[in-house]
Nanobody, 127 residues
Framework: QVQLVESGGGLVQAGGSLRLSCAAS????????MAWFRQTPGKEREFVAA????????YYADSVKGRFTISRDNARNTVYLQMNSLSVEDTAVYYCARDRRPYTIVSAYTSDDMNYWGKGTLVTVSS
């Protein structure tokens, strides 16, 4: 069974940076694409970024292109989200999730594409 644990959230000023981590347990982490989503009260969960199983291909939501970088270290079963130039609109609970199917081509995932989720880490950006 897969478990995902996010960390690295916190309070940051607008324009600042934060790096999130997602530690995965369970077998075959390196066979699956991983993604980050975020959610604020009253809104649906929003796709942020995805990375394919080998880490060579990434996909970003338009809202974070050029500011966020997703990466992974399969040797450590960990995926990261480096967030730069943060704005108040980035305030949300950030979740990592695993693609329900192995070896897929990354794209703009929906929540239904994922079958394992972490509990989330809160990122608060102050103005």
């Amino acid at each position: 069974q897969v478990q995902l644990v996010e960390s690295g959230g916190g309070l940051v000023q607008a324009g600042g940076s934060l790096r999130l981590s997602c530690a995965a347990s369970g077998r075959a982490f390196s066979s699956y694409a991983m993604a980050w989503f975020r959610q604020t009260p009253g809104k649906e969960r929003e796709f942020v970024a995805a990375i394919n199983y080998g880490g060579r291909n990434t996909y970003y939501a338009d809202s974070v292109k050029g500011r966020f970088t997703i990466s992974r270290d399969n040797a450590r079963n960990t995926v990261y989200l480096q967030m730069n130039s943060l704005s108040v609109e980035d305030t949300a609970v950030y979740y990592c999730a695993r693609d329900r199917r192995p070896y897929t081509i990354v794209s703009a995932y929906t929540s239904d594409d994922m079958n394992y989720w972490g509990k989330g880490t809160l990122v608060t950006v102050s103005s």
